[in-house]
């Protein structure tokens, strides 16, 4: 008996206990459909990250902050106060201050091997915005670097050199602008105080809108570093004393990328810690894979559940069909071949029940991602939730039919050692 001869009689055995086969297909089904979806969410979000990070366009910048002291490890309440350091910088918030980067730690991150650039960002905390339309708005202002890895909806990142900034999408409307191409050149006003109380409001030239991001400080606008220097230099000024500068973060552009993991460790003992974009979403990262991991092992029980369905199945078709498997042998066919043909048995079962729920899963994930995207999602432009790659689809069911194999082995073996004598004579 050829292959394919082997194939057809595999194919008409399965059927001929239609309800048996049927619940068998239906629990490979539900893992399969199950594998498939949270392949679909990994895959989707972990897209979304890569076109992000790469939007950035440069793999070597490190941002930069200050790790305080009281908050490194070995420092807690029974170590006692930190005593003071004329040289550290404090970076007011509306909440209180946290350490900020100094002139000398700028000096220090230029001087450590490999960092070609360092672009510092200067703490600016403006009262408010004013739009066109006379309305006001608290305002916080995001890091000029991170602009250059939004995606925009409209116009350009802000220009170094000019009173620029970049608003988010969700701004445009409140502030009377019309849509985001409307807004492109028009102007706002940011109004801040300085070291005595006196206020001053900068004209500021609309140069973008951007998309939400799982990235960058895409909730608030962002100045161009230009007039985030000019902002910084009212704010600091009219104080009797000089005030020494702070820097919330600051930016180092690496000349090698594989000199990163060298220039964190020399950051770290400078009491700094520098992260890269894929460090800072590799909490998003790691939490979806987690998830996805938690969900396949849900599938992956499933699957288990439908192998003993399959040993069940077959080891009920063995008994049922012993006198057959006896004339079949008694006919010349190897043990060989008839463990083949019940190992098909199950191959064909597992490929019923993986392609059926792959092929279910990915039309509902396609239909989800379309609704969420339009929904629940709209705010994260680009985001597929579920995106399927077709060659991880084929291996969850390539993946499927090798468990269902092996699930017929017993099945098939306890098939191919029956005793042709004794067979024909089984009632």
């Known amino acids: 008996?050829?292959?394919?001869?082997?194939?057809?009689?595999?194919?008409?055995?399965?059927?001929?206990?239609?309800?048996?086969?049927?619940?068998?297909?239906?629990?490979?089904?539900?893992?399969?459909?199950?594998?498939?979806?949270?392949?679909?969410?990994?895959?989707?979000?972990?897209?979304?990250?890569?076109?992000?990070?790469?939007?950035?366009?440069?793999?070597?910048?490190?941002?930069?902050?200050?790790?305080?002291?009281q908050s490194t490890s070995g420092a807690g309440q029974d170590d006692g106060p930190t005593e003071y350091n004329p040289d550290d910088a404090n970076v007011r918030m509306g909440f209180g201050s946290m350490s900020g980067l100094s002139d000398s730690d700028i000096a220090k991150i230029e001087k450590i091997d490999g960092v070609e650039s360092v672009d510092p960002m200067y703490m600016v905390t403006p009262k408010y915005l004013e739009a066109a339309n006379g309305k006001k708005f608290t305002l916080s202002l995001g890091s000029p670097p991170e602009a250059d890895g939004l995606q925009l909806e409209a116009g350009k990142t802000p220009d170094r050199a000019k009173d620029e900034i970049l608003l988010p999408a969700s701004w445009v409307e409140p502030l009377g602008l019309g849509s985001s191409q409307d807004a492109v050149g028009k102007t706002v006003k940011i109004t801040i105080g300085n070291a005595v109380d006196e206020d001053k409001a900068f004209t500021v030239t609309v140069s973008g809108v951007s998309q939400a991001s799982l990235a960058g400080s895409s909730d608030n606008p962002i100045p161009s570093a230009g007039l985030n220097k000019k902002l910084y230099d009212y704010q600091v000024s009219g104080s009797p004393r000089k005030i020494p500068n702070s820097y919330f973060t600051a930016t180092a552009t690496v000349d090698?990328?594989?000199?990163?993991?060298?220039?964190?460790?020399?950051?770290?003992?400078?009491?700094?810690?520098?992260?890269?974009?894929?460090?800072?979403?590799?909490?998003?990262?790691?939490?979806?894979?987690?998830?996805?991991?938690?969900?396949?092992?849900?599938?992956?029980?499933?699957?288990?559940?439908?192998?003993?369905?399959?040993?069940?199945?077959?080891?009920?078709?063995?008994?049922?069909?012993?006198?057959?498997?006896?004339?079949?042998?008694?006919?010349?066919?190897?043990?060989?071949?008839?463990?083949?043909?019940?190992?098909?048995?199950?191959?064909?079962?597992?490929?019923?029940?993986?392609?059926?729920?792959?092929?279910?899963?990915?039309?509902?994930?396609?239909?989800?991602?379309?609704?969420?995207s339009g929904g629940l999602l709209s705010g994260l432009p680009g985001l597929s939730l579920f995106l399927f790659d077709p060659l991880k689809t084929l291996l969850i069911i390539l993946a499927v039919m090798f468990i269902a194999f092996l699930a017929g082995t017993i099945p098939a073996v306890r098939a191919a050692r029956q005793d042709p004598i004794t067979a024909l004579r089984y009632e």
């Open 1 to 69: 008996m050829k292959f394919i001869d082997l194939l057809r009689t595999a194919i008409g055995n399965t059927f001929r206990s239609k309800a048996r086969t049927v619940l068998t297909v239906i629990a490979i089904f539900i893992g399969s459909f199950t594998l498939t979806l949270t392949s679909g969410i990994g895959t989707g979000v972990n897209d979304y990250i890569d076109k992000t990070v790469a939007a950035f366009g440069n793999d070597n910048a490190l941002f930069v902050q200050k790790v305080s002291e």
């Open 256 to 372: 090698d990328a594989s000199k990163l993991g060298a220039v964190k460790s020399q950051l770290a003992d400078e009491s700094m810690m520098g992260s890269t974009v894929e460090d800072q979403l590799g909490m998003f990262r790691a939490v979806i894979n987690g998830i996805v991991w938690i969900l396949n092992s849900f599938a992956i029980i499933a699957l288990l559940a439908a192998g003993f369905g399959i040993v069940n199945t077959l080891l009920m078709s063995v008994q049922e069909r012993t006198r057959e498997i006896g004339l079949m042998k008694a006919l010349g066919m190897s043990g060989g071949k008839v463990f083949g043909l019940f190992s098909l048995e199950a191959i064909f079962i597992g490929f019923l029940g993986s392609a059926i729920g792959a092929a279910v899963g990915v039309a509902a994930g396609s239909i989800i991602s379309g609704v969420l």
